[in-house]
């Protein structure tokens, strides 16, 4: 009964975890199209409004990615090799997601 329960567990977690990544992926999206809109936006005080979106979109991609990383890495002793490894790619392709086109 307990192995049933952990692996339904797994299956929950695991579909959380897609369910985020999802979310981290549309204000991922989003947070480009602000940034285009901004780099192109003269008026000032529109520029201010749009700052402070893009500062919000940042701040809450952020987050999610914190919680994924943590969600996703292996809680079991001697693994926390693969850990930093994980985090590094992730920090990597977020520097490369990020980066202006």
Avoid at 76 to 97: E, I, L, M, P, V
Wanted: proline share 3%.
């Amino acid at each position: 009964m307990q192995v049933r329960q952990h692996a339904l567990r797994g299956v929950r977690m695991m579909q959380e975890l897609s369910e985020w990544a999802c979310i981290y992926i549309k204000y991922l999206q989003t947070f480009r199209k602000l940034e285009a809109a901004y780099d192109q936006m003269l008026q000032p005080q529109k520029r201010q409004d749009m700052r402070k979106a893009l500062e919000a979109c940042m701040g809450r991609m952020l987050e999610i990615r914190h919680w994924l990383v943590r969600a996703s890495a292996p809680t079991a002793k001697g693994s926390h090799c693969s850990t930093s490894h994980s985090s590094s790619n992730t920090t990597h392709s977020f520097r490369q997601a990020t980066q202006p086109l």
